[in-house]
């Protein structure tokens, strides 16, 4: 016992006594034949008293080392001199990337390595490199990736370093599926996510692969999905690839969505010194919303209100923050505006965009330097960042400024692809399709929007080039060209063919809150020929035209997202001036949809049609320019053989209008996971002749109603419609079974 406290007490003196310090005189470095004595000697961050001990020198190893320039390290005292030897790893003089052949694929795996060209080879850091190279290219679906590295001594002190890499196939998903309680058919999520399944015909689809990125987008739009659905608490448990063998995976997403949520109470705590007047547009949306499912869009307008109001009545220095607090399914909501500290902008720096020009950037930001530093702006900057779809990611960091009261907002954007090529073909009752499609997101690093199309269908072909400005000089104004050439045959059934080249300089801006002006000038050259059955009115139509119209349309979009809208309306209106033209034609056309969620899950929708089309000169307006109705518009009727017809051709009509009804049934066959089901009610007249009064039943609604049935096949979504018949006209012809089946390549 005795002895052990013995030792208890010597190893206590030993722990609580001073490390043993020594002095030096000089510093004396050797091995080093790259790195110069300065280098190392910053490397090592000395201490200027020239007094150290044991910890002191074990952090100059540790400083020396954590350089990654130097194989092996030794420090010590000796004769009143702080020796430091070094061995220097070589120099790498090329690091060679093999078995890439794609471009792209070789410069993103090489921008992710830590050893480059001219940096110190590392055996550890190259095999971190391995693991970062095949974690790489399991994002771009390369799941079987192998690799080998090796180096090849150059002599004095220099390698190459290769990584030779075998790709394999990519991973392919054979099957989606989703599991858990997750409340909405299969069909109905497969249009929420962005992957799909692998099909041998899907040449161009990158979506068929296996991508980690892709399926964690494919989580995020998951989630927001059912928050904007009232299902607060849902949880995308899990989302795992179980292999199929061959190459193959099936992509499992596990849902637990747990109970809807309605919004109950909100209050508003506003600083004591603020007009609480200011502030009673956004009383009234609490007043709508309450007793409302829980939605994400709707929280994201309560925001965009809040930043409005404080930055219209210039509430520079203000903040918001929103708390919730849950009871049962009722969700009480707590935002807080408050005074936040008085900064300004000195300076904003932008990093990583090597191909987006940096005026394109600054453009869109909300914020400027020189103005006063307000964290809604900022975060409407980095909103607007992310919603350009140039970057993967966009990291924001704000420094002290040179001054106390100035801020250095550092923005940090990594750029992703933004070109797509796609294709898809469509066959259905009223006839098929082909296209084919090339879209840059970010032409030339310049914003634009660039994009072709070509499609060709059972009566026409129809080529298109496109470029966009959105922010046209930083003005938030668009500015578009558009070229396109149609050939439209319809000698058959309405008795005339159209060739038509021409182009569209248009520009578009929002007026206010979800309320778009766009405005363009077209010009045609129009060659229109008719077959020898057509009749004299017709055959006088016969020629060739040059056209120059001017167009304006506004659009105001009050829908609550989107895509998949479930409440709110969307009207607009576009009418067509005559500048230059052989008939004088004008036409107005008017749309309007809104969107009720009655009955829970049942989604109704009630939209109305109207156009016109009449020479303000008394002539007759020209074959390709009266008015057909959309097939949408009126189903129970083959498309466009309704209304007024001359001898055996349908000519359309000066007038439509078309009102629609329709509601989801998801009650219908719940198991059934791959179809949903709705049904629909359809009126619709096309009248008016201005060759002849005698021809057509103006006064004639025609009208159906019917049962859709939304389809996954195999192939890609199937459309099936079967309608009856209610009212028609003499002439009309029906259709009771409509189908459209489309797929992508």
Known sequence: MLNFFLKIFVLFLFITSPSQSNNFNDVLISGNKRISNETILVFSDISEEKNLDNNSINLILKKLYNTNFFKDVSVRIE??????????????????????????????????????????????????????????????????????????????????????????????????????????????????????????????????????????????????????????????????ANYLGNDEFELIYNIAPGKKFYFNDFVL????????????????????????????????????????????????FLKSTVSEKIDDNLINLTFNITDSEKFYVEKINIFGNNITQEDVIRNILA????????????????????????????????????????????????????????????????????????????????????????????????GMINLKNPNYKGSNRSLDFLAESTVTDRLTDFGYKSNKTGFTIGSGFQYFDNFYINTGVSSFVEKLETDATASASMKKQKGNYFDTF??????????????????????????????????????????????????????????????????????????????????????????????????????????ALAFNASTSLPQILPNLQEANFSIFLDAANVWGLDYSSTLGDSGKIRSSIGLAIDFFTPVGPLNISFSETITKGRKDITESFRFDLGTSF
């Open 367 to 462: 914020i400027d330097e020189g103005d006063a530093f307000n964290e809604l702006l900022q975060k409407r900057t980095m909103n607007n960042l992310k919603s350009l779809n140039f970057f993967s990611d966009v990291q924001s960091e704000i420094i002290n400024g040179s001054s106390s009261n100035q801020k250095i907002i550092n923005l940090t954007v990594s750029e992703k692809a933004t070109g797509e090529i796609s294709a898809g073909a469509g066959v259905g009752t009223s006839g098929g399709s082909v296209s084919f499609n090339v879209r840059e997101n970010n032409f030339l690093g310049r914003g634009l929007e660039f994009g072709t199309n070509l499609t060709v269908s059972q009566e026409s072909i129809k």
């Open 79 to 240: 004769n009143n001199n702080l020796l430091i030897n070094v061995v220097e790893y070589p120099i790498i003089q090329t690091v060679f990337i093999e078995g890439i052949k794609k471009k792209s694929t070789k410069e993103s795996v090489t921008k992710i390595l830590t050893l480059k060209n001219r940096s110190s080879f590392n055996p550890i850091l190259a095999k971190q490199d391995e693991a970062r190279i095949l974690s790489h290219l399991k994002k771009l679906g390369y799941f079987f990736a192998t690799i080998i590295s090796s180096v090849q001594d150059l002599g004095n002190n220099k390698l190459d370093l290769t990584y030779n890499i075998v790709l394999g196939n990519k991973a392919k998903i054979s099957k989606i599926s989703f599991i858990g309680d997750k409340k909405f058919k299969n069909n109905t999520l497969r249009n929420v996510i962005i992957s799909e399944e692998y099909k041998f015909w899907k040449i161009l689809s990158g979506k068929k692969f296996l991508n980690e990125d892709l399926v964690k987008l494919d989580q995020r739009l998951l989630y927001n999905f059912y928050k904007n659905k009232g299902f607060f608490n849902v949880n995308i448990n899990s989302s795992f």
């Open 269 to 316: 705590n506003l600083p004591l010194d603020y007009d609480d007047s200011n502030f009673e547009a956004l009383k009234l949306i609490f007043l709508d919303l309450k007793g409302e499912n829980y939605s994400l869009n709707s929280i994201n307008k309560v925001l965009d209100e809040i930043d409005k109001i404080v930055l219209n009545e210039q509430f520079e």
């Open 550 to 655: 001017f167009n304006y349309r506004i659009d105001y979009d009050q829908r609550n997202q989107r895509y998949q809208a479930t409440d709110g309306f969307r009207s607009t209106f576009k009418q067509v001036f005559p500048l230059i033209s052989d008939s004088d034609t004008l036409t107005n056309t008017y749309n309007y949809k809104v969107y009720n969620n009655w009955f829970s899950d049942n989604i109704t929708t009630f939209s109305l049609y109207a156009k016109t089309t009449n020479s303000i000169s008394g002539k007759d307006v020209k074959l390709s320019e009266r008015i057909f109705l959309p097939p949408s518009k009126l189903r129970g009727f083959e498309s466009g053989k309704v209304g007024p017809k001359d001898g055996n051709d349908f000519v359309g009509g000066n007038y």
